[in-house]
């Protein structure tokens, strides 16, 4: 058989190739197991604008693009109320019909590839989806002038089919959603018998045949033809429908029940069923084999009209049902002679096209309807919410790789589709959209939803395809199919020409008389003759016998040696097939590595000039920071020199302040020995010199047991040291709070009235004026005390109202005082102890310390007449290792508490007097 295809969309793929045949296994023909991961196709959604009704209407749809349509709300709509302005909604979807868009467009579009695929052993499943009157009946059944989806449908799959079609009920449904097959003869047998007995076995297929017309008009029928069949399958067509109402299933092909009273009793509900496969279908639904379009759009009009029949039993409204048209095409390869279908249910092939014409999808309180009416719209706006919750919920499991159940048995509808959901077949939508500005809130949802739709994906059913080992060509070889006309008879090649006569006819052989030697030698010349020519031609015949044998051995020898080179062909080819699947898995996967190297080299290659750029900038840096260092080090160059050079003439200054302070000492000393020179020449009084005139200031007083004389300032230390014969002080203040060095550096330039004039003055780190409370009550006393200075045990003791004790000066101790007091101890070679106060004034330092300003010092000399065995029993403080004679030490260990004093390491045993 030749196909011809009028027309060919460019979405039909190419026809399978003779080795591509449909595949023999039921599973696989369903699609089960046959999910190859990663190719999925999404649910895709057509939109359809159907013109305005008035054209003076407001319109509230406006289509962009072939893929983009526009939602304007009016004025009136909710969305304005409630946004407040008109905002405007865009939608994309595969494609967007406008209002001119004709019915051909839309079924050559959306639902002819859909027919291919039914053709190629693939399912499918088309809804219209929208509001009432938004065009869905339009869209799927049309008018006949105007023919939608359905009608088109089985034109096609008829113009394809046929010539290629089975003889009626060669294929037979086993009630269980499968089908049987059987031989010729007994379906010829079938037939014969529901010919006579209509109606017994199977339902009646409707009989009348109103050829070329669409219920009582004339219809225009589509004339395209798609190539995709095999011409070596047999195919037959089967159709079913059913509606869904009230989420109950009706079949619309069973005969209604009729009382001739109460007229038709309401239809029974059906019930789902999963067939062998997982399938779903409607269990003991009525399902009428059909052998052309006009015995198709028979059943569609009788199942319009049971429905119209059905909506009056049970007072329902037909816009609120879906109704469900499904067309199951079956398939089976011819035998190996091309004569009939293969007798084995294997190898049957079944794949279905379900067209739902789905009911308005507006809300409840758009219908005005009450009790019944208003339940049965609840329930329709149920299965749309079901039919919308479970995409939702497959789009989110897809979206989030959860695995949430697809509640598809909350509603009928859901529930018998489900197997397309799950990867066994297309599934595309025609979103019906009514421009008219009163629908726009309605609109609004169907176009969400339908655009939503569109991210769920489905995996895709693969190319059906089965290898039986059978010929192809098998039809077109079999001569009976062949030359199965009279005509095609006429036409086929004549047998090659051959004389098969045994020559000419009998002589005459009336014998006149007896002995007639005319007649009868000619009469046995011809018999001989004959006899001889019989004989050629029975040599001839058994020598082309032999011939043909000999030829059909040779045939059936290269016969067999095709099918093994067949065979081989086909193991090579499948071999190369995989060698070129892996060639191509590592084509790509190179091709994946190139991109990832050359991505690899761009960003290396960037790395590297970023790097040079940064090399370039630290290098400027770098030759930046060399000069600068430079500069620094003949910057400080320059200031060490200066250093130097001020740290010299301070030196230089420091060893003549030196040098005169130890000249004062000189004179200090010279001056003292003078005095004791006087004391010892006493009587003598002009024995004793006068102090040499050479030091300018003179030395002070010396007192023992002396009243507090005037205020000492901090550079009198060496009268002190001078008066009590004490070792001489490192400094004779001390500061809290500051470091000894500063303090010194605070004290050291009060000026000796000895030193150089020309000196600057530093400003003092106490104001001298400055006292402390001096009423005699206000006035305390610190009382320093160290640790291993012996008891006095004295008659004299000094006077002392409020005094404060301590070993050891601290900080705080130095705050409260006003007055401060350190007792020092001396022994002499004789055994005399020497016991001073130094006594000094407590004075509050800039720097939020004290200074001590010693003013006074009180000596108490105790002369002990004991023996020296008696002394040398007891431990001298001076035995003590580390013995303090410094008083400047005890001062600034006190009050710095910087803990260096040198610490005693045995206590003071006792006191001796
Ligand atoms: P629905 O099934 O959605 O309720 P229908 O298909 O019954 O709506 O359409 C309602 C009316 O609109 C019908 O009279 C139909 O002829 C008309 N109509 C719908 N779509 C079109 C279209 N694209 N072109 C012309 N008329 C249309
Ligand atoms: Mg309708």
């Known amino acids: ?99 001119y868009t004709s019915q051909k467009a839309v079924f050559d579009y959306v639902a002819c590839p859909l027919v291919d695929d039914l053709l190629r052993g693939k399912n499918g499943l088309l809804f219209t989806y929208g509001i009432t009157s938004s065009g869905k009946t339009y869209t799927m059944t049309g008018s006949p002038k105007d023919q939608g989806v359905l009608p088109r449908c089985l034109d096609v799959l008829f113009n394809s089919i046929s010539g290629v079609q089975a003889k009626k009920y060669v294929f037979k449904s086993d009630k269980m959603n499968g089908f049987e097959v059987q031989s010729e003869a007994d379906a010829m047998m079938e037939r014969q018998k529901r010919d006579i007995m209509p109606g017994i076995t199977t339902p009646k297929t409707p009989t009348t045949h109103r050829r070329g017309n669409f219920g009582d008009q004339e219809r225009i029928s589509d004339p395209t033809i798609l190539s995709s ?24 092909l069973e005969e209604l029940p009729y009382d001739p009273i109460t007229g038709y009793k309401p239809p029974q509900t059906k019930i789902l069923r999963t067939d062998s496969s997982d399938c779903m279908y409607v269990m003991n639904c009525v399902e009428v084999e059909i052998t052309s379009p006009e015995e198709a759009f028979e059943v569609l009009f009788k199942g319009q009209k049971r429905r119209k029949v059905a909506h009056t039993a049970l007072n329902a409204e037909s816009s609120r049902s879906h109704s469900i048209f499904n067309i199951r095409l079956v398939q089976a390869p011819l035998d190996p002679r091309g004569e009939e279908v293969l007798q084995d249910p294997d190898k049957i092939c079944v794949s279905q096209l379900s067209l739902v014409d789905l009911a308005g999808s507006e809300r409840t309180h758009r219908t005005k309807n009450a009790g019944d009416r208003l339940k049965e719209a609840g329930n329709i706006n149920q299965s749309l919410m079901a039919l919308r919750n479970c995409i939702e919920i497959l789009r989110d499991n897809q979206k989030n790789s959860s695995n949430k159940m697809v509640p598809y048995r909350d509603s009928k509808l859901t529930h018998l589709f489900k197997n397309y959901f799950d990867g066994e077949g297309k599934v595309r939508m025609i979103v019906c959209v009514n421009p008219k500005g009163d629908e726009f809130d309605e609109t609004i949802h169907v176009m969400k939803f339908a655009e939503l739709s569109q991210e769920v994906l489905i995996a895709r059913q693969q190319q059906v395809r089965f290898d039986i080992g059978l010929t192809p060509g098998r039809r077109k070889m079999n001569y009976k199919e062949k030359f199965k006309s009279e005509d095609d008879l006429c036409t086929a090649p004549k047998v090659p020409a051959f004389d098969f006569s045994l020559g000419p006819g009998f002589p005459p052989f009336e014998l006149l008389r007896s002995s007639d030697d005319i007649v009868l030698p000619q009469l046995e010349k011809f018999l001989v003759e004959r006899q001889k020519r019989r004989e050629a031609l029975q040599l001839d015949l058994d020598r082309q016998n032999d011939e043909f044998r000999a030829q059909l051995v040779e045939f059936e020898r290269n016969y067999e040696q095709a099918i093994i080179q067949n065979d081989e062909l086909q193991q090579r080819v499948e071999k190369s097939e995989s060698y070129v699947q892996k060639l191509e898995s590592r084509i790509r996967s190179l091709e994946r590595r190139m991109e990832e190297n050359s991505r690899n080299y761009k960003e290396s290659e960037k790395q590297k000039r970023e790097l040079e750029a940064m090399i370039q900038d630290k290098e400027v840096k770098i030759r930046q920071e060399k000069s600068e260092k430079e500069r620094l080090r003949n910057d400080f160059k320059t200031r060490l020199d200066m250093n130097n050079q001020h740290w010299e003439r301070n030196l230089e200054k420091e060893r003549q302040k030196i040098e005169q302070d130890y000249g004062g000492q000189i004179w200090e000393k010279q001056h003292k020995l003078n005095m004791l020179r006087n004391i010892v020449n006493e009587g003598d009084s002009d024995a004793m010199p006068a102090p040499q005139e050479t030091f300018r200031t003179p030395a002070p007083k010396t007192r023992t047991h002396t009243t507090p004389g005037k205020l000492l300032s901090a550079r009198s230390e ?110 002499d070679s004789e055994d005399n102890l020497t016991t001073k106060i130094y006594k000094g004034e407590c004075l509050p330092t800039a720097g939020g310390g004290t200074a001590v300003v010693f003013n006074d010092v009180e000596t108490l000399t105790q002369t002990s007449p004991g023996s020296r065995k008696r002394r040398s029993s007891c431990p001298q403080p001076q035995d003590f290792e580390g013995d303090w004679t410094d008083v400047e030490d005890r001062c600034n260990v006190g009050i710095e508490g910087h803990g260096n004093a040198r610490k005693r390491s045995k206590p003071l045993p006792g006191t001796r007097v």
């Open 718 to 827: 060496n009268d002190m040291r001078k008066i009590g014969n004490t070792p001489t002080p490192r400094s004779r203040t001390a500061t809290t709070g500051t470091s000894l060095s500063a303090a010194r550096a605070n004290l050291k330039p009060t000026p000796r009235s000895t030193s150089n004039s020309n000196t600057p003055k530093p400003t003092p780190a106490y104001n001298p004026r400055h006292r402390r409370s001096r009423s005699s009550n206000a006035e305390i006393w610190l009382d320093h005390r160290p640790q291993g200075n012996v008891e006095l045990d004295t008659v004299l003791q000094p006077k002392i109202k409020k005094k404060k004790s301590v070993s050891k000066l601290e900080v705080k101790d130095t705050k409260e005082a006003s007055k401060y007091m350190l007792t020092h101890q001396d022994m």
């Open 229 to 252: 069949v095999d011409d070596d399958n047999q195919y037959a067509v089967f159709v079913s429908y059913i509606e869904i109402y009230n989420n109950y299933v009706y079949d619309l």
């Open 1 to 99: 058989m030749e196909n011809i295809c009028f027309f060919r969309p460019k979405w039909v793929a190419s026809p399978s190739s003779s080795n591509e045949k449909l595949t023999p296994k039921s599973s696989e023909r369903r699609g089960k197991n046959s999910k190859k991961k990663g190719e999925v196709d999404p649910v895709e959604v057509y939109c359809r604008v159907r013109p305005l009704d008035n054209p003076d209407d407001n319109c509230c749809v406006k289509p962009l693009s072939t893929t983009l349509v526009q939602l304007i709300p009016p004025e009136n709509s909710l969305a304005v109320a409630r946004n407040g302005q008109i905002k405007e909604y865009q939608f994309t979807f595969q494609y967007v019909f406008d209002e």
